[in-house]
């Protein structure tokens, strides 16, 4: 895929550019009205596809959990094994859009 085609996408979901605007840019990239169509479901999310661990997944013990920082109280959620023991641990800050399941 084009890096252009990408950072256009990019600049839309982000709100930089109106969605007339990007798919006008994209017939542009694309060639065509035609082809500009079919890139279209290449660029969108598939957040079943992003599911990898079912959100009630009996493995694991989840929580919303609120702590502090230097610029105030923050929140959090929380997911870790119910196998007690020592484990890694993986902190994801996420994406200014919120918490998506492909995250």
């Known amino acids: 895929m084009d890096q252009r085609i ?6 839309f979901t982000h709100g930089r550019i ?3 605007h990007f798919l006008d840019r994209l017939t542009d990239l694309a060639g065509s009205t ?3 169509a079919a890139l279209l479901p290449l660029l969108q999310n598939d957040y079943a596809k ?3 661990v079912a959100a009630d997944d009996t493995r694991l013990a989840t929580e919303r959990v609120q702590f502090d920082s230097p610029k105030g109280r923050i929140g959090g959620y929380l997911a870790r094994g119910k196998v007690k023991g020592k484990r890694p641990d993986v902190l994801v ?3 200014n859009r919120g918490l998506n399941p492909h995250l």
């Open 50 to 52: 992003a599911a990898i």
């Open 18 to 20: 109106t969605r007339r």
């Open 6 to 11: 990408i950072d256009l996408y990019d600049g």
């Open 34 to 36: 035609a082809a500009a």
């Open 93 to 95: 800050i996420h994406e």
